[in-house]
């Protein structure tokens, strides 16, 4: 079984791990996928952090699974790596099309 995410992002999560807690910096979820604003409110809100140690990313994409022949969709919070995180705001600025390639799409 796999699986897959469509790549389209609909909330980020900026969080740290102490000890046994989960502690959220920051977090928004949509409906719709997040536009460029949205993702530069996150953005600005990591580059005002005085302390990025330790500092973890999350976004909230569509996926689909094998078990469902890729027919019923769900949504998930995955992880995000750091350097994915910072090229989000850089690839919008350019106008690109937005692709995750580094981002594992089955797990």
């Not at 980020?12 to 928004?28: G, S």
């Not at 350097?83 to 937005?98: A, K, N, P, V």
Request: proline share 3%.
């Amino acid at each position: 079984m796999g699986i897959y995410s469509s790549g389209s992002i609909f909330g980020i999560q900026i969080y740290k791990l102490n000890d046994d807690d989960i502690n959220i910096l920051f977090e928004e979820k949509y409906d719709d996928e997040m536009s460029y604003i949205q993702m530069r409110e996150a953005y600005l809100f990591y580059n005002n952090l005085t302390d990025k140690n330790k500092v973890l990313f999350k976004i909230y994409t569509e996926c689909s699974s094998t078990l469902s022949n890729n027919i019923d969709k769900f949504m998930i919070w995955q992880p995000l790596p750091l350097e994915t995180f910072l090229r989000l705001d850089s690839h919008r600025l350019r106008g690109e099309i937005l692709q995750l390639d580094s981002l594992p799409t089955s797990w």
